[in-house]
Protein backbone atom coordinates (compact mmCIF):
# COMPACT_ATOMS: atom_id res chain seq x y z
CA UNK A 1 0.00 0.00 0.00
CA UNK A 2 2.89 2.16 0.85
CA UNK A 3 3.92 1.71 -3.02
CA UNK A 4 0.43 3.26 -4.02
CA UNK A 5 0.10 5.94 -1.60
CA UNK A 6 3.74 7.22 -3.27
CA UNK A 7 2.38 6.97 -6.72
CA UNK A 8 -0.74 8.61 -6.11
CA UNK A 9 0.60 11.50 -4.89
CA UNK A 10 2.30 12.48 -8.73
CA UNK A 11 -0.36 14.05 -10.53
CA UNK A 12 0.53 13.09 -14.31
CA UNK A 13 0.72 9.34 -12.66
CA UNK A 14 -2.78 9.52 -11.07
CA UNK A 15 -4.22 11.15 -14.11
CA UNK A 16 -2.70 8.14 -16.42
CA UNK A 17 -4.95 5.74 -13.56
CA UNK A 18 -8.23 8.11 -13.86
CA UNK A 19 -8.09 7.36 -17.62
CA UNK A 20 -7.12 3.68 -17.83
CA UNK A 21 -8.14 0.97 -15.17
CA UNK A 22 -8.75 1.87 -11.50
CA UNK A 23 -9.88 -2.05 -10.50
CA UNK A 24 -6.68 -3.11 -12.06
CA UNK A 25 -4.41 -0.20 -10.09
CA UNK A 26 -6.02 -1.10 -6.93
CA UNK A 27 -5.58 -4.83 -7.57
CA UNK A 28 -2.22 -4.64 -9.37
CA UNK A 29 -3.38 -5.85 -12.11
CA UNK A 30 -0.81 -5.20 -15.46
CA UNK A 31 -1.94 -5.26 -18.50
CA UNK A 32 -0.20 -8.87 -19.79
CA UNK A 33 -1.51 -10.46 -16.48
CA UNK A 34 -3.62 -13.50 -16.61
CA UNK A 35 -6.12 -12.10 -14.50
CA UNK A 36 -6.67 -8.53 -16.33
CA UNK A 37 -6.68 -10.30 -19.84
CA UNK A 38 -9.58 -12.33 -18.40
CA UNK A 39 -11.13 -9.27 -17.11
CA UNK A 40 -10.57 -7.77 -20.70
CA UNK A 41 -12.80 -11.17 -22.05
CA UNK A 42 -15.52 -8.99 -20.50
CA UNK A 43 -14.59 -5.86 -21.84
CA UNK A 44 -18.10 -4.20 -21.76
CA UNK A 45 -18.40 -4.79 -18.04
CA UNK A 46 -14.67 -4.54 -17.48
CA UNK A 47 -14.23 -0.76 -19.50
CA UNK A 48 -18.28 0.88 -18.19
CA UNK A 49 -16.93 -0.32 -14.89
CA UNK A 50 -14.88 2.57 -15.19
CA UNK A 51 -16.95 4.49 -17.27
CA UNK A 52 -19.30 4.73 -14.38
CA UNK A 53 -16.54 5.90 -11.79
CA UNK A 54 -15.72 8.25 -14.02
CA UNK A 55 -18.92 9.85 -14.34
CA UNK A 56 -20.23 9.57 -10.86
CA UNK A 57 -17.19 11.61 -9.89
CA UNK A 58 -17.22 14.56 -12.68
CA UNK A 59 -20.98 14.65 -12.26
CA UNK A 60 -21.74 18.61 -11.03
CA UNK A 61 -23.83 19.32 -7.78
CA UNK A 62 -23.98 21.92 -5.90
CA UNK A 63 -25.03 19.76 -2.47
CA UNK A 64 -22.41 17.29 -3.35
CA UNK A 65 -19.00 18.97 -4.49
CA UNK A 66 -16.09 16.74 -5.05
CA UNK A 67 -14.49 16.77 -2.07
CA UNK A 68 -17.88 15.33 -0.72
CA UNK A 69 -18.37 12.99 -3.08
CA UNK A 70 -14.62 11.50 -2.10
CA UNK A 71 -15.27 11.86 1.50
CA UNK A 72 -18.50 9.97 1.40
CA UNK A 73 -16.91 7.45 -1.01
CA UNK A 74 -14.02 7.11 1.42
CA UNK A 75 -16.28 6.01 4.18
CA UNK A 76 -18.31 3.55 1.80
CA UNK A 77 -15.18 2.05 1.00
CA UNK A 78 -13.64 1.79 4.47
CA UNK A 79 -17.38 0.14 6.15
CA UNK A 80 -17.46 -2.01 3.11
CA UNK A 81 -13.67 -3.44 3.68
CA UNK A 82 -11.85 -2.72 1.18
CA UNK A 83 -8.60 -1.17 2.68
CA UNK A 84 -6.93 -0.21 -0.74
CA UNK A 85 -10.03 1.34 -1.85
CA UNK A 86 -10.46 3.43 0.87
CA UNK A 87 -6.46 4.61 1.17
CA UNK A 88 -6.95 5.71 -2.91
CA UNK A 89 -10.31 7.71 -1.62
CA UNK A 90 -8.46 9.62 1.22
CA UNK A 91 -5.41 10.76 -0.97
CA UNK A 92 -7.97 12.16 -3.39
CA UNK A 93 -10.00 13.62 -0.49
CA UNK A 94 -6.60 15.27 1.10
CA UNK A 95 -5.95 17.08 -1.97
CA UNK A 96 -9.00 18.70 -1.66
CA UNK A 97 -10.09 21.59 0.66
CA UNK A 98 -11.52 20.99 4.11
CA UNK A 99 -15.46 19.82 4.60
CA UNK A 100 -17.66 21.85 6.31
CA UNK A 101 -20.19 19.71 7.77
CA UNK A 102 -23.85 20.95 7.72
CA UNK A 103 -27.10 19.64 8.87
CA UNK A 104 -28.25 18.06 5.27
CA UNK A 105 -24.70 16.68 5.08
CA UNK A 106 -24.96 14.61 8.05
CA UNK A 107 -28.76 13.64 6.78
CA UNK A 108 -26.47 12.51 3.68
CA UNK A 109 -23.98 10.53 5.92
CA UNK A 110 -26.48 8.85 7.83
CA UNK A 111 -28.31 7.79 4.78
CA UNK A 112 -24.77 6.45 3.29
CA UNK A 113 -24.44 4.68 6.66
CA UNK A 114 -27.48 2.67 6.79
CA UNK A 115 -27.69 1.99 3.27
CA UNK A 116 -23.97 0.45 3.47
CA UNK A 117 -24.61 -1.42 6.45
CA UNK A 118 -28.26 -2.46 6.29
CA UNK A 119 -29.36 -1.79 3.32
CA UNK A 120 -33.00 -3.15 4.47
CA UNK A 121 -33.28 -0.44 7.39
CA UNK A 122 -32.97 2.16 4.67
CA UNK A 123 -36.61 3.57 4.58
CA UNK A 124 -39.14 6.48 3.20
CA UNK A 125 -38.66 8.75 6.72
CA UNK A 126 -34.59 9.09 5.65
CA UNK A 127 -35.52 10.71 1.95
CA UNK A 128 -38.51 12.78 3.55
CA UNK A 129 -35.49 14.23 5.53
CA UNK A 130 -33.34 14.64 2.53
CA UNK A 131 -36.41 16.42 0.65
CA UNK A 132 -37.33 18.83 3.62
CA UNK A 133 -33.94 19.84 3.90
CA UNK A 134 -33.45 20.81 -0.14
CA UNK A 135 -32.76 17.81 -1.61
CA UNK A 136 -33.85 18.04 -5.07
CA UNK A 137 -34.38 14.31 -6.67
CA UNK A 138 -31.40 14.23 -8.99
CA UNK A 139 -29.10 14.92 -6.00
CA UNK A 140 -30.61 12.39 -3.68
CA UNK A 141 -30.00 9.67 -6.99
CA UNK A 142 -26.46 10.96 -7.09
CA UNK A 143 -25.92 10.47 -3.39
CA UNK A 144 -27.76 7.02 -3.83
CA UNK A 145 -25.68 6.42 -7.00
CA UNK A 146 -22.47 7.05 -5.62
CA UNK A 147 -22.93 5.13 -2.40
CA UNK A 148 -24.04 2.27 -4.28
CA UNK A 149 -21.41 2.16 -6.99
CA UNK A 150 -19.05 2.27 -4.70
CA UNK A 151 -20.25 -0.77 -2.84
CA UNK A 152 -19.91 -2.71 -6.32
CA UNK A 153 -16.34 -1.17 -6.14
CA UNK A 154 -15.08 -2.50 -3.13
CA UNK A 155 -16.70 -6.12 -3.64
CA UNK A 156 -15.19 -6.11 -7.19
CA UNK A 157 -11.83 -5.37 -5.70
CA UNK A 158 -11.72 -7.57 -2.92
CA UNK A 159 -13.34 -10.65 -4.78
CA UNK A 160 -10.65 -10.45 -7.61
CA UNK A 161 -7.75 -9.91 -4.80
CA UNK A 162 -9.21 -13.40 -3.62
CA UNK A 163 -8.73 -14.67 -6.95
CA UNK A 164 -4.63 -13.41 -6.38
CA UNK A 165 -4.76 -14.92 -3.14
CA UNK A 166 -3.79 -11.15 -2.06
CA UNK A 167 -5.92 -10.95 1.31
CA UNK A 168 -5.12 -12.16 4.64
CA UNK A 169 -7.27 -14.56 4.79
CA UNK A 170 -8.52 -13.97 8.48
CA UNK A 171 -11.31 -13.66 7.21
CA UNK A 172 -14.70 -15.38 9.59
CA UNK A 173 -15.33 -19.21 8.82
CA UNK A 174 -19.03 -17.75 10.47
CA UNK A 175 -21.80 -19.41 7.47
CA UNK A 176 -23.75 -16.20 5.96
CA UNK A 177 -27.40 -16.04 7.08
CA UNK A 178 -30.26 -14.41 5.50
CA UNK A 179 -31.17 -11.00 6.14
CA UNK A 180 -34.29 -9.61 7.68
CA UNK A 181 -36.94 -8.34 4.67
CA UNK A 182 -40.02 -6.48 4.77
CA UNK A 183 -43.14 -7.24 7.24
CA UNK A 184 -45.01 -4.41 6.63
CA UNK A 185 -48.18 -5.27 4.59
CA UNK A 186 -48.66 -1.58 2.66
CA UNK A 187 -46.38 0.24 1.03
CA UNK A 188 -45.84 4.33 1.31
CA UNK A 189 -48.71 4.69 -1.08
CA UNK A 190 -51.25 2.45 0.38
CA UNK A 191 -50.52 -0.92 -1.82
CA UNK A 192 -50.21 -4.30 -0.82
CA UNK A 193 -46.57 -5.15 0.15
CA UNK A 194 -45.28 -8.23 -0.29
CA UNK A 195 -43.82 -9.95 3.16
CA UNK A 196 -41.89 -13.33 2.13
CA UNK A 197 -39.62 -13.64 -1.51
CA UNK A 198 -41.47 -14.62 -4.61
CA UNK A 199 -40.62 -15.43 -8.15
CA UNK A 200 -44.36 -13.88 -9.14
CA UNK A 201 -43.77 -10.86 -11.00
CA UNK A 202 -43.88 -7.48 -8.52
CA UNK A 203 -44.44 -3.62 -9.24
CA UNK A 204 -42.22 -1.00 -7.63
CA UNK A 205 -43.03 2.77 -6.28
CA UNK A 206 -41.09 5.20 -6.04
CA UNK A 207 -40.41 7.67 -2.58
CA UNK A 208 -38.88 10.69 -5.04
CA UNK A 209 -40.44 12.02 -8.53
CA UNK A 210 -38.94 10.03 -11.32
CA UNK A 211 -38.90 11.95 -14.53
CA UNK A 212 -41.78 12.54 -16.95
CA UNK A 213 -41.04 10.36 -19.95
CA UNK A 214 -41.66 13.52 -22.31
CA UNK A 215 -39.00 15.51 -20.60
CA UNK A 216 -36.28 13.16 -21.90
CA UNK A 217 -33.84 14.20 -24.77
CA UNK A 218 -34.33 12.38 -27.72
CA UNK A 219 -31.08 10.53 -27.15
CA UNK A 220 -31.91 9.85 -23.49
CA UNK A 221 -35.27 8.45 -24.74
CA UNK A 222 -33.67 6.60 -27.61
CA UNK A 223 -31.48 4.77 -25.44
CA UNK A 224 -33.72 4.07 -22.63
CA UNK A 225 -35.54 2.80 -24.87
CA UNK A 226 -33.33 0.19 -26.27
CA UNK A 227 -33.23 -1.10 -22.84
CA UNK A 228 -36.20 -1.41 -22.50
CA UNK A 229 -36.75 1.07 -19.53
CA UNK A 230 -39.06 3.71 -20.93
CA UNK A 231 -42.07 2.46 -18.86
CA UNK A 232 -40.48 1.70 -15.61
CA UNK A 233 -41.13 4.24 -12.61
CA UNK A 234 -37.38 2.91 -11.30
CA UNK A 235 -35.33 3.96 -14.77
CA UNK A 236 -37.18 7.13 -14.95
CA UNK A 237 -35.89 7.70 -11.59
CA UNK A 238 -32.39 6.88 -12.68
CA UNK A 239 -32.59 9.01 -15.53
CA UNK A 240 -32.09 12.05 -13.15
CA UNK A 241 -28.52 11.11 -14.51
CA UNK A 242 -29.49 9.64 -17.66
CA UNK A 243 -25.53 8.65 -17.98
CA UNK A 244 -24.54 7.26 -15.06
CA UNK A 245 -27.76 5.02 -15.72
CA UNK A 246 -26.66 4.42 -19.30
CA UNK A 247 -23.51 3.44 -18.34
CA UNK A 248 -24.23 1.28 -15.44
CA UNK A 249 -27.67 -0.99 -17.59
CA UNK A 250 -23.92 -1.44 -19.77
CA UNK A 251 -22.57 -2.83 -16.94
CA UNK A 252 -25.64 -5.03 -16.07
CA UNK A 253 -25.51 -6.36 -19.66
CA UNK A 254 -21.61 -7.08 -19.56
CA UNK A 255 -22.39 -8.76 -16.30
CA UNK A 256 -24.65 -11.02 -17.42
CA UNK A 257 -25.46 -11.43 -20.92
CA UNK A 258 -22.45 -12.56 -21.83
CA UNK A 259 -21.14 -16.24 -23.57
CA UNK A 260 -18.77 -18.79 -22.13
CA UNK A 261 -17.83 -18.67 -18.83
CA UNK A 262 -20.41 -19.01 -15.28
CA UNK A 263 -23.52 -20.45 -16.82
CA UNK A 264 -26.51 -17.87 -17.33
CA UNK A 265 -28.83 -19.32 -14.50
CA UNK A 266 -25.86 -19.61 -12.09
CA UNK A 267 -24.81 -15.72 -11.95
CA UNK A 268 -29.34 -15.61 -11.95
CA UNK A 269 -28.53 -17.12 -8.79
CA UNK A 270 -25.86 -15.59 -7.60
CA UNK A 271 -27.92 -11.97 -7.89
CA UNK A 272 -30.57 -14.15 -5.72
CA UNK A 273 -28.39 -14.83 -3.07
CA UNK A 274 -26.98 -11.29 -2.54
CA UNK A 275 -30.91 -10.28 -2.68
CA UNK A 276 -30.96 -12.93 0.55
CA UNK A 277 -28.26 -11.80 2.45
CA UNK A 278 -29.92 -7.57 1.48
CA UNK A 279 -33.35 -8.54 2.63
CA UNK A 280 -34.62 -7.32 -0.98
CA UNK A 281 -38.00 -9.30 -2.53
CA UNK A 282 -38.23 -7.17 -5.91
CA UNK A 283 -34.58 -8.05 -7.24
CA UNK A 284 -34.81 -11.94 -6.07
CA UNK A 285 -38.26 -12.21 -7.39
CA UNK A 286 -36.60 -11.02 -11.07
CA UNK A 287 -33.64 -13.16 -10.79
CA UNK A 288 -35.00 -16.29 -9.04
CA UNK A 289 -37.51 -16.51 -11.65
CA UNK A 290 -34.65 -16.23 -14.52
CA UNK A 291 -32.09 -18.06 -12.70
CA UNK A 292 -35.47 -21.11 -13.32
CA UNK A 293 -35.82 -19.96 -16.62
CA UNK A 294 -32.95 -20.73 -17.76
CA UNK A 295 -32.18 -23.95 -15.97
CA UNK A 296 -36.03 -25.88 -15.27
CA UNK A 297 -34.20 -28.47 -13.40
CA UNK A 298 -32.96 -26.07 -10.51
CA UNK A 299 -36.08 -24.52 -9.48
CA UNK A 300 -36.05 -26.50 -6.54
CA UNK A 301 -33.27 -25.12 -5.22
CA UNK A 302 -34.28 -21.10 -6.55
CA UNK A 303 -36.96 -22.35 -4.54
CA UNK A 304 -35.14 -23.53 -1.20
CA UNK A 305 -32.99 -20.20 -1.19
CA UNK A 306 -36.10 -17.94 -1.39
CA UNK A 307 -37.49 -20.33 1.77
CA UNK A 308 -34.40 -19.58 3.71
CA UNK A 309 -35.44 -17.74 6.97
CA UNK A 310 -33.67 -14.56 8.28
CA UNK A 311 -30.81 -16.21 10.36
CA UNK A 312 -31.06 -19.26 8.27
CA UNK A 313 -27.56 -20.24 6.61
CA UNK A 314 -28.01 -19.56 3.05
CA UNK A 315 -25.62 -22.14 2.27
CA UNK A 316 -26.81 -25.63 3.42
CA UNK A 317 -28.76 -28.48 1.80
CA UNK A 318 -27.55 -27.95 -2.50
CA UNK A 319 -25.10 -30.00 -4.29
CA UNK A 320 -21.00 -29.24 -3.27
CA UNK A 321 -21.19 -26.97 -6.34
CA UNK A 322 -24.28 -24.87 -5.77
CA UNK A 323 -23.18 -24.96 -1.98
CA UNK A 324 -19.75 -23.47 -2.55
CA UNK A 325 -20.64 -20.77 -5.02
CA UNK A 326 -23.29 -19.51 -2.72
CA UNK A 327 -20.75 -19.42 0.13
CA UNK A 328 -18.42 -17.13 -1.65
CA UNK A 329 -21.33 -15.12 -2.77
CA UNK A 330 -23.17 -14.42 0.50
CA UNK A 331 -19.74 -13.67 1.98
CA UNK A 332 -18.61 -11.68 -0.39
CA UNK A 333 -22.07 -9.74 0.22
CA UNK A 334 -21.38 -9.04 3.85
CA UNK A 335 -20.87 -6.02 5.17
CA UNK A 336 -17.67 -5.65 5.56
CA UNK A 337 -16.57 -8.29 3.61
CA UNK A 338 -16.37 -11.87 4.84
CA UNK A 339 -14.90 -14.04 1.66
CA UNK A 340 -11.64 -16.16 1.51
CA UNK A 341 -9.55 -17.53 -0.60
CA UNK A 342 -10.62 -20.94 0.89
CA UNK A 343 -13.59 -20.32 -0.49
CA UNK A 344 -12.19 -19.54 -3.93
CA UNK A 345 -9.98 -22.57 -3.52
CA UNK A 346 -12.75 -24.83 -3.07
CA UNK A 347 -14.42 -23.32 -6.22
CA UNK A 348 -11.28 -24.24 -7.83
CA UNK A 349 -11.32 -27.44 -6.60
CA UNK A 350 -14.97 -28.14 -7.84
CA UNK A 351 -13.81 -27.57 -11.61
CA UNK A 352 -14.62 -23.68 -12.15
CA UNK A 353 -12.33 -21.76 -14.64
CA UNK A 354 -11.08 -18.40 -13.63
CA UNK A 355 -13.44 -16.93 -16.59
CA UNK A 356 -16.06 -18.23 -14.29
CA UNK A 357 -15.03 -17.34 -11.51
CA UNK A 358 -14.67 -13.51 -12.33
CA UNK A 359 -18.11 -14.01 -13.53
CA UNK A 360 -19.47 -15.03 -10.07
CA UNK A 361 -17.58 -11.90 -8.30
CA UNK A 362 -19.00 -9.75 -10.86
CA UNK A 363 -22.48 -11.48 -10.34
CA UNK A 364 -22.29 -10.85 -6.63
CA UNK A 365 -20.44 -6.87 -6.60
CA UNK A 366 -23.20 -6.07 -8.86
CA UNK A 367 -25.91 -7.05 -6.94
CA UNK A 368 -24.95 -4.89 -4.21
CA UNK A 369 -25.41 -1.84 -5.92
CA UNK A 370 -28.72 -3.23 -7.64
CA UNK A 371 -30.36 -4.18 -3.79
CA UNK A 372 -29.01 -1.21 -2.62
CA UNK A 373 -31.07 1.44 -5.04
CA UNK A 374 -34.27 -0.72 -4.90
CA UNK A 375 -33.72 -0.54 -1.36
CA UNK A 376 -33.08 2.87 -0.80
CA UNK A 377 -35.49 4.72 -3.55
CA UNK A 378 -38.41 3.06 -3.08
CA UNK A 379 -40.02 -0.10 -2.39
CA UNK A 380 -41.68 -3.44 -4.12
CA UNK A 381 -45.54 -3.29 -4.41
CA UNK A 382 -47.96 -6.88 -4.91
CA UNK A 383 -49.58 -6.44 -8.70
CA UNK A 384 -53.28 -6.74 -8.10
CA UNK A 385 -54.59 -9.44 -11.09
CA UNK A 386 -57.82 -8.43 -12.84
CA UNK A 387 -59.95 -11.18 -12.19
CA UNK A 388 -62.34 -10.20 -14.77
Not at 33 to 52: P, Y
Not at 170 to 184: C, L, P, R
Request: with cysteine; glycine share 4%; aromatic share 10%.
Amino acid sequence: MKGIKKRLKKVSYFMTILNDDLINFLTNLTPDSDLAKIRQEREVATENTQAAFDTIFSTSSTVLPINIQYYFALEVAKLTGSENLANYYLQLLQAQKPIEFTVDLKLAKEYLQILTLEPKATNYSLIKNLTQHGWQSANIVLLAQLITFVTYQARLIEGLLLLLAQNNDESSSKKVTAGEWNHQLLTQQGKPSPTEFTQDNLGWEAWLPARDASTLSDNEAQVMKKFGQLNSEYFLLLAHHSKILEIRTLIDRGVFYTSGGLPRWEREFAAAVVSKVNGCIYCASVHARKASQYEKTRKFDVDALLATQTGSVLAENFDDRLLALTDLVASLSTTPIQASTQQVSTLRELGLSELELVDLIQSAAFFSWANRLMLSLGEPFKLIEDKE
